[in-house]
């Protein structure tokens, strides 16, 4: 996590990826928020933040921020690997609207929890891929929505420049881990164990069984 | 089947109207409950089935169990700090290193932390609205409201007519502005709303200062921990340095600066704990003094492994001592081994999953343990493989498995600990039972004993909340003794003499415990050639949620059901209030809301 910095006289953004990564497409909004850090320089007061499927835990960084811009994989009800961008009142809408992911009705209440405190973000922002697959356990992102991660990159960054008047500097690559190194997109893929000794099918209500 | 009696005693009788409830949670596997209640509405048979496939143990194969600490931490949005402990417990078990003093500590305090924190959030977030009715509290009186928390609770300085006027407003203000948000969801005129306006109010303005609270108070894992919102861990110790002349840069080690501010923050979650929860709970409970079901199997058997203790590595001083009670004797503790494999065994009879040819009845110790999915319904499920309308409970009908103590059913989680600790005479715990009983008695003008009033729903919220505040009570003792080691020179935070996986036997295996907040956490890893070669988790909810084992004994959740009277079987405000007793896990969503906000959960009358 880069920590929200105190830069005078700017209220803190927050870019949060949600999702688990453990399942497939479900991990895209971390990664794509691990892309962001390792790619790019953020001044003090834009944190990058990794928030798993924490749901009510997240509460305490999201108070009172000035742009709130959620990453996420999110069902619209669209083609698999669609870019989807909705704004303000639509975000909530968007995260509860179908109940496929584990941590999407969590975060709703997040938001609601935030209204009835009277600590909401100035703006909300939600930038989403529609998920091809979360129905692998275990693996890692589909190489359809993988290849949208500079795509949503760009949409984040211009979200920063327009809403927020943030300009980021690339950076160097691999100057900084993001995270812990074990569970980082590349080494977590890599080492996958194979489907012998990892099965990859489950409940056909919630798992269709992969290509095989 | 009509009527049957369990090996562990209970009588089932599945001939009346079938009730079914889906979710009830969606955390750790989503949770689906079928009731079948008589022609007054009393559940007389209950089937409880985890309908989420979660293998975790498959990914982990062949993995570096290093590692394994930042998988698990992924299982789970609420649980991270408990599996991830647990995990680099388990690895150190297997390769026998002991963690510094520093460490033993500042993980025992991260880990009390994070079970008040949870307790917290649990009480006020998901099961306070089980009891309390937040849209009555509109209606309140605050000078009611401020009386009633001055008898509760005197020692609360925020108690005035004005703060509770304050405090109504803003809640008015939410709901006329018709998001009502998480309020949308309950049933709020149902009758088992028992509450007056006024202590409707206490609780509303307590559960937005629990809110306001927690963020303070996960700045101690942001200090301790590192990288918030997941946590660091480490096989070895804890990966923060001490340098108590250092100074505040990020990333800095620990020094006494932030360890003061760590102990301001301690202090809070003792007086709120103190202050606010276990008063709440009592009153609350005070006015459900006839509802006491939900009891269940608490009242036969419970268990926990033990842990928190003074001194590390010697069980003896274990602040939770660990232990199983059988058929409500607390007058008997039998001990427990983790690494018995006669002890605990896991059992797949009623579960989706296959041990093999002629293994079907068999029980599986953890580091023999297997997990492979096989999922088929019964002959008399009703509905399709993927659309079910009603499981088979003679057959097969959940993701999670049966374990056991030496074939025995168990509850646990806090209450187990309290009973456990109650029925050892830990004196803490024995003062904080026997106060807070004082108090329910006396406002609720009842006579109840421990052995009446702990095992029930209320018991479970009750041993919670107490159990929050003696973790709060021992983070204290825990940072005192830290200062005093890292006085004596200590600065230790980590042991690495075999962090490099050539120092490690070819093959080992071991065992990490934990207290969780939502009962005994069990990972059991056994390592070949530096590598994960099987890893086992047997998680609380393993216990609480297990389906019927060969014998036909049923779980926590299936037993605390029974004998519940209903008001409204369309509302099941009864079967989410006990199970939610249980802390079934929350983060992603225990009211579940559609897109308008409008429904809590499918319940379906057949």
């Given at each position: 996590m880069v920590v929200c910095g105190a830069e005078e006289n700017k209220k803190p953004i927050l870019v949060l990826g949600i999702g688990n990564i453990l399942w497939a497409d479900e991990g895209f909004g971390v990664r794509t928020v691990e892309y962001l850090a390792q790619h790019y320089d953020f001044p003090s007061h834009v944190g990058i933040m990794d928030g798993g499927t924490q749901g009510l835990y997240l509460m305490p960084y999201l108070?009172?921020?000035?742009?709130?811009?959620?990453?996420?994989a999110v069902d619209f009800g669209l083609p698999p690997a669609t870019v989807h961008y909705v704004c303000g009142d639509e975000v909530p809408v968007a995260?509860?609207?179908?109940?496929?992911?584990?941590?999407?009705?969590?975060?709703?209440?997040?938001?609601?929890?935030?209204?009835?405190?009277?600590?909401?973000?100035?703006?909300?922002?939600?930038?989403?891929?529609?998920?091809?697959?979360?129905?692998?356990?275990?693996?890692?992102?589909?190489?359809?929505?993988?290849?949208?991660?500079?795509?949503?990159?760009?949409?984040?960054?211009?979200?920063?420049?327009?809403?927020?008047?943030?300009?980021?500097?690339?950076?160097q690559q691999g100057t900084e881990t993001f995270g812990i190194s074990a569970i980082a997109r590349d080494v977590y893929e890599a080492g996958r164990p194979s489907e012998k000794e990892a099965c990859r099918y489950g409940d056909e209500r919630f798992l269709t069984l992969l290509e095989r | 089947m009509t009527t049957l009696q369990t090996p562990n005693g209970f009588t089932l009788d599945n001939s009346g109207r079938r009730i079914v409830v889906d979710p009830v949670t969606r955390i750790e596997g989503h949770l689906r409950v079928e009731v079948n209640v008589d022609h007054e509405n009393v559940i007389r048979n209950a089937v409880s089935t985890g309908t989420m496939w979660r293998g975790l143990e498959v990914i982990l194969r062949g993995r570096d169990p290093r590692d394994a600490w930042a998988f698990v931490e992924r299982i789970c949005g609420v649980c991270t700090g408990c599996h991830a402990l647990a995990s680099v417990r388990a690895v150190e078990d297997a390769l026998g290193i002991r963690v510094p003093t520093n460490a033993f500590l500042i993980r025992q305090i991260m880990a009390k932390v994070l079970a008040w924190q949870d307790h917290v959030v649990h009480f006020y977030h998901l099961h306070a609205l089980d009891w309390v009715n937040p849209i009555n509290a509109l209606q309140a009186d605050p000078r009611a409201t401020s009386q009633l928390q001055q008898t509760v609770s005197p020692d609360n300085p925020r108690s005035s007519p004005g703060y509770f006027r304050d405090v109504q407003n803003r809640l008015r203000k939410f709901v006329e502005s018709g998001q009502l948000g998480i309020f949308k969801n309950g049933y709020w005129d149902n009758a088992a709303y028992l509450l007056p306006p006024e202590a409707n109010l206490m609780a509303v303005t307590h559960y937005l200062e629990a809110l306001d609270f927690q963020k303070e108070i996960v700045k101690v894992h942001a200090v301790l921990g590192g990288k918030n919102p997941h946590p660091n861990y480490m096989v070895g110790g804890v990966p923060c340095a001490i340098n108590m002349d250092g100074d505040m840069a990020a990333g800095a080690p620990l020094n006494m600066e932030r360890l003061n501010f760590i102990l301001l923050k301690l202090q809070e979650a003792y007086a709120f704990s103190k202050n606010v929860y276990v008063p709440d709970v009592i009153a609350i409970a005070s006015y459900y003094k006839n509802w006491l079901y939900g009891g269940g199997l608490s009242a036969h058997n419970v268990m926990d492994y033990g842990d928190y203790p003074t001194i590390q590595g010697d069980p003896s001083t274990d602040r939770f001592p660990g232990g199983v009670i059988l058929n409500g004797n607390w007058d008997e503790i039998l001990p427990i081994n983790p690494r018995d494999p006669a002890q605990i065994q896991e059992f797949i009879t009623h579960s989706w999953y296959q041990y093999g040819p002629g293994q079907e009845y068999t029980g599986l110790h953890p580091w023999d343990g297997i997990t492979d999915p096989h999922y088929a319904l019964g002959v008399n499920a009703k509905g399709t493989r993927t659309n079910i309308l009603a499981v088979d409970e003679n057959a097969k009908y959940s993701w999670i498995k049966a374990p056991r103590w030496r074939g025995n059913a168990c509850e646990v989680g806090p209450l187990a600990r309290y009973i456990l600790a109650y029925s050892k005479g830990v004196a803490y715990v024995k003062a904080q039972v026997d106060d807070a009983l004082d108090r329910f008695n006396h406002m609720a003008g009842t006579a109840l004993t421990?052995?009446?009033?702990?095992?029930?729903?209320?018991?479970?919220?009750?041993?919670?909340?107490?159990?929050?505040?003696?973790?709060?009570?021992?983070m204290l003792d825990d940072y005192n003794a830290m200062i005093a080691n890292i006085k004596a020179g200590d600065l230790s935070t980590a042991n690495m003499t075999k962090w490099d996986p050539a120092t490690w036997p070819k093959e080992a295996k071991g065992v990490g415990l934990v207290a969780a907040p939502r009962g005994a956490l069990g990972h059991w890893i056994k390592i070949r050639d530096g590598k994960i070669e099987n890893y086992q988790c047997v998680v609380p909810s393993t216990w609480n949620g297990s389906p019927r084992d060969p014998r036909g004994t049923i779980g926590a959740f299936e037993a605390s059901l029974l004998g519940t009277p209903m008001v409204n079987p369309e509302q099941p405000v009864e079967i989410l209030r006990t199970l939610h007793s249980f802390d079934p896990c929350l983060a992603c969503a225990t009211h579940v809301m559609a897109p308008d906000g409008g429904e809590l959960s499918r319940v379906i009358v057949r």
């Open positions: 108070e009172d921020l000035d742009t709130l811009i959620i990453v996420d995260m509860g609207a179908r109940k496929i992911s584990l941590h999407q009705t969590g975060f709703q209440e997040v938001l609601s929890l935030l209204a009835l405190r009277g600590c909401m973000p100035r703006s909300i922002h939600l930038v989403g891929v529609q998920p091809l697959t979360m129905e692998d356990y275990g693996g890692g992102l589909t190489a359809e929505v993988a290849a949208k991660i500079p795509v949503v990159t760009d949409k984040v960054l211009d979200l920063l420049k327009l809403e927020c008047s943030v300009s980021v500097i690339p950076r | 421990p052995k009446q009033a702990l095992p029930t729903t209320i018991g479970r919220t009750l041993a919670r909340a107490l159990e929050a505040h003696y973790c709060a009570h021992q």
